[in-house]
């Protein structure tokens, strides 16, 4: 006799109905029995542990939930039972996997909109990867509220990422992402905003690309991420999300009012990208307040910025707005520690015809003699020389590529891959300027966000070997300029992310000389080509100046 003959009475009556059949295609069409064969089904279910029972047990689970249970569809024990269920027509773990899925969500869709709500809710607070898929699948299917958390946003953008990396996508579940796809991203913005650290940002562009968000529409979502921000490194995420989406001048002076706020946070990197672009395009009280915003930057290059900025308009149309600016501009114009800002302070007021008390610049004080090289060359510049390759330049294209195309996301174990085969000499310059070859032609990678190896602390020399090993780096990782720059340098206008790849090469130029000198970068390498064609261009663009420093800090111009 049965240990448990109510379980057994359940079986019976699980067997009677066909439910050992059950398929993607007939499980709601299979027959769930009279209201008594229920009644004494469900009581049998949930009488004791099914570990031992002699059916598949994926199925019981099945025939569970159509026939009402309540309390055991939590995701952790659906996701045991569903373990067992076996689909014979197929040896493809993938579709076994789909099918599997696609029977859970059927008839648990069945079931209602609230049984359904009450699956979404458990597999998002238990955070089981396995359920949340089908958590999905069920918002999709009952079009069901997104879910205002984070955890399951989270793993939307990793469940559209996996799905559309795979070699042959699956129709079903690209129709899955497309659907809902603007809505899942407009709460992703709205949850992750301030932190900017979500996975929907590397999503964006894809959705832009395949027509399931308008980029204008991607732009707006962005401008909201930025305005919302709370930190300087989740400023810059957004506005290289914008850049990835290539906002046009016209589309940053049309976001002015909302950017202005963003300005006065003083953030260095955000006046650096917004700040020639927004000043050029306003007038009047709006120019005025721009450059209110502006001058709260802390640093003297930044300051300079939005003076030079401000002086390409010949007059401020406005005279209150004029006014409002004297105080502000009397303040930098006798700053007697910062001559340079200074003297354009004093400039601008000229110009404008600005009402301000200003006194003469004192004379320049002795200039100090700056030593080239901070850390001595031998500390900084590996000897890699006579190194053999001993990797697939495929193996290094991909972990650039990971770094290049999500950045923040794989930039810690993409960097820590690299140091370490630097520090074992298994790749060498050479090897790096292949894969720049063949990165530079992939649309979706940032020379930006390669550079962020190279961005070090150049005083914190005693960290070399730890987790800073930037200076290693570059004797192995200059190609990343050398061919970015060249590559920028075909380019009718230099493109936005060579700001990124200028400030690197500026931060390591006396390192970088010497190297050619030594004959450590090769003599065509050292000519730098296409930066002379950056500094030529007529462009506004920073970029410009940034080429004319490099090339004299390189001593190609004097």
């Known amino acids: 006799m049965s240990e448990n003959p109510k379980l057994d009475e359940a079986i019976a009556i699980f067997k009677k109905l066909g439910w050992e059949s059950v398929t993607a295609e007939n499980i709601l069409q299979l027959p769930i029995g009279t209201a008594e064969e229920r009644r004494i089904a469900l009581a ?36 045991v039972q569903m373990e067992c269920l ?69 793993h939307w953008a990793f469940y559209v990422t996996h799905n559309l990396s795979r070699k042959e996508e699956s129709p079903r579940r690209v129709a ?36 399931w968000l308008e980029r204008s529409e991607a732009i707006d979502m962005a401008i909201i991420g930025l305005d919302a921000a709370s930190h300087p490194s989740n400023r810059k995420l957004w506005l290289d999300l914008l850049d990835e989406l290539a906002i046009s001048d016209s589309e940053i002076a049309a976001h002015t009012d909302t950017l202005i706020p963003i300005l006065a946070t003083g953030d260095q990197y955000v006046l650096n990208r917004l ?43 406005d005279e209150a707005a004029g006014l409002t600016l004297a105080s502000w501009l009397e303040i930098f114009a006798n700053d007697a520690e910062d001559r340079a800002t200074a003297k354009l302070a004093q400039q601008l007021i000229v110009q404008w015809n600005i009402k301000a008390d200003i006194k003469p610049i004192a004379p320049a004080k002795e200039a100090v003699e700056i030593k080239p090289m901070t850390t001595p060359f031998d500390k900084v510049w590996l000897d890699n020389g006579g190194v053999v390759t001993t990797l697939y330049d ?107 790849v200028l400030d690197a090469a500026l931060s390591y130029a006396p390192y970088l000389k010497e190297a050619a000198s030594r004959g450590l970068i090769p003599a065509e390498d050292a000519k730098w080509q296409g930066l002379s064609a950056i500094a030529a261009s007529k462009s506004k663009s920073a970029a410009v100046d940034k080429a004319k420093q490099l090339l004299v800090a390189l001593e190609l111009q004097s």
């Open 275 to 317: 700040v020639p672009t927004l000043i050029a395009n306003a007038k009047g009280a709006q120019l005025a307040e721009l450059l209110i915003a502006s001058f709260s930057v802390k640093t003297k290059k930044g300051k300079q910025l939005v003076l030079k900025a401000a002086l390409k308009h010949k007059h401020i149309d």
């Open 86 to 154: 076996d689909i014979e027509d197929t040896k493809d773990p993938d579709a076994k996997e789909e099918q599997r899925q696609e029977m859970l969500v059927a008839a648990i869709a069945d079931r209602g909109v609230e049984f359904a709500a009450k699956f979404v809710a458990w597999s998002i607070k238990t955070q089981l990867l396995w359920n949340i898929d089908e958590a999905i699948m069920l918002v999709d299917r009952l079009n069901l509220d997104i879910p205002q958390n984070v955890n399951y946003i989270g």
């Open 394 to 500: 495929e193996m290094i294209i991909v972990t650039l590529k990971d770094l290049g195309s999500f950045g923040k996301k794989y930039e810690y174990s993409s960097s820590r891959v690299l140091q370490s085969y630097i520090a074992s000499k298994q790749i060498c310059a050479e090897t790096i300027r292949r894969a720049m070859h063949a990165l530079l032609k992939i649309p979706t990678v940032s020379p930006a966000k390669l550079m962020r190896p190279l961005e070090g602390d150049l005083d914190k020399i005693e960290l070399i070997g730890t987790a800073t090993c930037s200076f290693v780096m570059i004797s192995v990782l200059w190609p990343m300029l050398t061919e970015s720059i060249k590559a920028a340098g075909t380019e009718t206008k230099p493109p936005v992310w060579v700001n990124s």
């Open 44 to 79: 049998g279910l949930k009488s004791g542990d099914w570990s031992d029972v002699n059916v598949n047990r994926g199925a019981l689970a099945l025939f569970a939930i159509r026939i009402g249970i309540n309390g055991l569809h939590e995701p952790e024990w659906l996701s």
């Open 176 to 211: 899955i992402i497309k659907r809902r796809f603007k809505e899942h991203i407009a709460v992703g913005v709205t949850l992750k905003a301030p932190d900017g650290k979500s996975a929907e940002l590397a999503i964006v562009p894809i959705g832009v690309e395949r027509g």
